[in-house]
């Protein structure tokens, strides 16, 4: 069965570098999302993505966050530099053409430590 | 600001017992609702989704009802087992799908 990847599993980095998270979503879909879930709270959305551009994103995502999908398989999220309050796992999420009611897949995530 | 409850505290149950989880939500009026799993240091998982003008969902032991006046949306597992232990988290989206919004979660045991 078709899975999103994500890439690393786990990112240690100091505060102020940069980061980049990967992710290669289900090769049919064409919406693209990133969620954060800090160490025992909800799963927060970030951002969507549709047709090369950003869809929605909430108000985490600010100037520091950026997404992109640099060809036809991947989409990257990059933190231009991170803050220790930006440790949390972090889901891509794919969903199809079926509509805007499609069933996202999440990856299995990224944990990020700001050290 | 939207907000999504649902029961901070763990649920627990006998196998066999049918469990039945909470979801409420305030000032927002969403498109559909989703039910998602997820188990510790994993993604979530889709389980259910129900639309706006639909009341309830079934799918397997699964059953889902949404009730837009109450604000409100009950999952239940009918004839429960260990292995449904997991936390179970409610999702609401907006016409288009494009921002997904998520409850706290509740977490689920089943005891042999």
């Known amino acids: 069965e078709p899975e999103v990847t994500q890439t690393p599993s786990h990112q240690v980095t100091q505060m102020g570098q940069e980061v980049i998270l990967r992710c290669v979503p289900i090769?049919?879909?064409?919406?693209f999302y990133w969620y954060r879930q800090i160490l025992g709270q909800k799963v927060e959305f970030l951002v969507s993505f549709y047709n090369n551009e950003i869809s929605e994103k909430s108000e985490i995502f600010d100037d520091q966050f950026s997404v992109e999908r640099p060809d036809g398989s991947n989409f990257t999220l990059k933190i231009r530099s991170t803050k220790l309050e930006d440790s949390a796992m972090y889901f891509c999420a794919s969903s199809g053409g079926g509509g805007w009611t499609d069933t996202q897949y999440f990856g299995p995530g990224t944990r990020l430590t700001v050290l | 600001s939207q907000k999504i409850e649902q029961n901070s505290e763990a649920l627990n149950i006998q196998e066999g017992k049918t469990a039945t989880l909470t979801c409420n939500y305030t000032?927002?009026?969403?498109?559909?609702l989703q039910w998602y799993r997820q188990d510790p240091g994993r993604g979530p998982v889709f389980l259910l989704l129900?639309?706006?003008?639909?009341k309830e969902k079934r799918k397997e032991r699964l059953k889902v009802t949404f009730d837009t006046t109450l604000k409100q949306s009950l999952f239940h597992i009918t004839a429960s087992q260990p292995a449904d232990s997991a936390t179970y988290l409610c999702?609401?989206?907006?016409?288009?799908?494009?921002?997904?919004?998520f409850g706290a979660g509740t977490r689920l045991f089943v005891k042999a």
């Open positions: 129900i639309r706006e003008n639909e």
């Open positions: 000032n927002y009026s969403p498109a559909y």
């Open positions: 999702a609401l989206a907006n016409t288009g799908g494009f921002k997904t919004i």
């Open positions: 090769s049919n879909h064409l919406y």
